[in-house]
């Protein structure tokens, strides 16, 4: 069955980075786009970041852009969010999502606090 496993969440002060990993299991990986979302308290769960099938285009919330990367590595089947110049609003808990063969698939979320 599909799989999708966050790692790399934190605890990292204003100005640090992080880097976040999914690893996607029980699907063709490099077919699919994936995405990051995450979720703030209080807050509606928002997208963060998308990457296409084959990893040739990538989207941003225009709130990351310039500071979060997002990246694929077929042969380990895992994405990734490389996030750098963190800010205190970025905290949150991020998600991992798929669609695949019109089912959506999200992973349990890894939290990452920014904070002194």
């Known amino acids: 069955q599909v799989q999708l496993v966050e790692s790399g969440g934190g605890l990292v002060q204003p100005g640090g980075s992080l880097r976040l990993s999914c690893a996607a299991s029980?699907?063709?990986?490099?077919?699919?786009?994936m995405r990051w979302y995450r979720q703030a308290p209080g807050k509606e769960r928002e997208l963060v970041a998308v990457i296409s099938s084959y990893g040739g285009t990538t989207n941003y919330a225009d709130s990351v852009k310039g500071r979060f990367t997002i990246s694929r590595d077929s042969a380990k089947n895992t994405v990734y969010l490389q996030m750098i110049n963190l800010k205190a609003e970025d905290t949150a808990v991020y998600y991992c999502?798929?669609?695949?063969?019109?089912?959506?698939?999200w992973g349990q979320g890894t939290q990452v606090t920014v904070s002194s």
């Open positions: 029980g699907f063709t990986f490099s077919m699919y786009a």
């Open positions: 999502y798929a669609r695949v063969v019109g089912a959506d698939y």
